[in-house]
């Protein structure tokens, strides 16, 4: 049994910064990518970022990048999402994801991608 627990959400001012946190549990887990998405009520899921396992290679949406960056700490089997400069339309639950096997890079920008999931963590930013 595979369970992801997120942390680190919160309320911050606009022009803040927050940490996301994401540890994958569960015996010999070892993630071939993780990734987050977030989502705002009446919307789909949006891709944020990923990173290959292995490879370490990180991928960003355009909305984000500069500002974000996705880490992982192998040993730990934990993903991170530092975010820098927030805005207040990065207001949303931001979900952490794992896929579990090889796929083609291209399936990890979308939600269906994905094999597991976390409860979501708010983030919340104002003006």
């Known amino acids: 049994q595979v369970q992801l627990i997120e942390s680190g959400g919160g309320l911050v001012q606009a022009g803040g910064s927050l940490r996301l946190s994401c540890a994958a549990s569960g015996r010999t887990f070892s993630p071939y990518a993780m990734g987050w998405f977030r989502q705002v009520p009446g919307k789909e899921r949006e891709f944020v970022a990923f990173?290959?396992?292995?490879?370490?290679?990180?991928y960003y949406a355009d909305s984000v990048k500069g500002r974000f960056t996705i880490s992982r700490d192998i040993a730990k089997n934990t993903v991170y999402l530092q975010m820098n400069s927030l805005k207040p339309e990065d207001t949303a639950v931001y979900y952490c994801?794992?896929?579990?096997?090889?796929?083609?890079?291209?399936?990890?920008?979308?939600?269906?991608?994905?094999?597991?999931w976390g409860q979501g963590t708010q983030v919340t930013v104002s003006l």
């Open positions: 990173t290959g396992w292995s490879s370490g290679l990180t």
């Open positions: 994801a794992a896929a579990g096997g090889v796929r083609d890079y291209s399936a990890l920008f979308v939600a269906r991608g994905y094999d597991y």
